[in-house]
């Protein structure tokens, strides 16, 4: 069990945790993610960490509620726990002396973005920090990047904050001025990394994202993350979570992080219509001394 030490929302559905790991924290590099399990009959979803402080053997983890499994973690506080956490996965982010490293995080990828983008400064890169949101309220880790960027963007969807667009526009301006860009890391929806991947390859930037496949051991061993690269299928949670922009087929992965969306969907609206029942599994399932009654509590896990 791993117990929870804080807990706040940094903005509407997006929780920052500070999780007990003694271990994760000592061991964790920039890029890397944890598999975590809420509770017994739980899934097992991959959540990047954010931050982490090894004398103090934390993790932080940045999540946003956007099916049953996130919603449900994001409505535990502290003094909770969560059930299974395991890591660190996936490559550390190949963090060297580039130069100039244009850091684009879209949403909740400014989040996993933060790790590398702090590592890239520590290594002596000129750090350039675009990030976006749909609007002002939805910006994350403002503060955090003024610390070490030489430079942060910021876009809303809306205008509502920073300029009115989204993140690949100041990247545009900056090829089109022509710029000096060593290398491009982009982090966020699928289709945003997409277009960054296109808008750099004419030019040869150097690019990489991180690739948000669909997850289930995250050690290798089932090929449920495969991606489709040029050079052959690759699993995200070994071979990745960062990619090579430009061998990556997209497409491919658009269509294979649909493929439980009706079950998806199916799950979180069991979830809505009793969310406490759920949380009370967890914190039941969490409890060092809990009772074994799972017969009761059967119907409501398998929700
Ligand atoms: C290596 C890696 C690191 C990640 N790090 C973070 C993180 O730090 N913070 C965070 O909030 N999320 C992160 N994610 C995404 C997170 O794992 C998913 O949001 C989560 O699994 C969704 O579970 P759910 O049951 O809440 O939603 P589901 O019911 O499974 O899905 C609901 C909807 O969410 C979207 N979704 C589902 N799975 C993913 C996915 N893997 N990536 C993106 N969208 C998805 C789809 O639109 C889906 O229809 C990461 C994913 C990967 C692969
Ligand atoms: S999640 Fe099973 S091989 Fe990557």
Known sequence: MFPILEAEFLAPEIKRFVIEAPRVARKRRAGQFVIVRLHERGERIPLTIADGDADRGTITLIVQGVGKTTRLMNMLEAGDAVLDLVGPLGEPSD????????????????????????AM???GNRV????????????????????????????????????????????CERIMRGNRIDLVLAIGPVRMMQAVAEMTRPSGIRTIVSLNSLMVDGTGMCGGCRVATKEGTRFACVDGPEFDAHIVDFDVLARRNRTYAANEAEALETFRANPNAALEFVRRSCRLDRCHAEGDLAEVSSS
Do not use: C, F, H, Q
């Open 95 to 118: 963090v060297r002396n580039y130069g100039t490293v244009v850091v684009i995080g879209g949403g909740v990828g400014t989040a996993i973005a933060w790790p590398t983008a702090k």
């Open 128 to 171: 350039v920090a675009i990030i976006g949101a749909r609007t002002k309220e939805l910006v994350l880790l403002e503060p955090e990047l003024r610390e070490i960027a030489d430079e942060l963007e910021i876009v809303t969807d809306d205008g509502s904050y920073g300029r009115k667009g989204v993140v690949i526009d100041p990247l």
């Open 121 to 123: 400064k520590a290594a």
